[in-house]
């Protein structure tokens, strides 16, 4: 059975998430999609490791958002990450999945549900929200207000994961560019 080496660039990424540590907004990456009619939709979410051993980043998304339907009709993705600390600048493209809790695969169900049970109250308690991206109504402040759901519970149904399987990476600031 042969194992295969981490990817030269995730190493590199690991150091600077470190480094900057100390910085909250070092969490956050921006993500970029296609839309339906072929133009770029950029969002910020935030980083949740790397999936078991591998190369794939990770983050999460309620299934009623936009980038949902975006990757379904086109996974490829590239994601920009900026280090303040130490000026640099991480460019990963690649192929996002969303895992649901309609995925057959287990061992990616399994890495949704662990997803969930690190996610912050604050941070489940989204996931119960009205749809994201409507305006709040006053009418429904009392929907936003609801306790968080348990982190040992089941996740919620509009709760999804979301894995960038990257296969080209480049940098600024960091002696770094590949293809992986």
Partial sequence: MSVKAAAPWKALLQKSVAQNSSLPQAKYLQLATVRPDGRPANRTVVFRGFLDDTDHITIVTDRRSGKV??????????????????????????????????????????????????MSDAGRSQFLWPHPGQPRMPDDEALFLQPAPESAGSAAPDFCLGVVQVTEVSSRGVVLSCFV
Avoid: T
């Avoid at 009709?73 to 309609?102: K, T």
């Fill in 69 to 118: 339907s975006e990757l379904a009709a086109n996974p490829h993705v590239e994601v920009c990450w900026y280090f303040p600390d130490s000026r640099e600048q991480y460019r990963l493209s690649g192929s996002m999945a969303i895992i649901s809790q309609d995925s057959s695969n287990q061992q990616l169900l399994k890495a949704r549900q662990e997803a969930w049970a690190r």
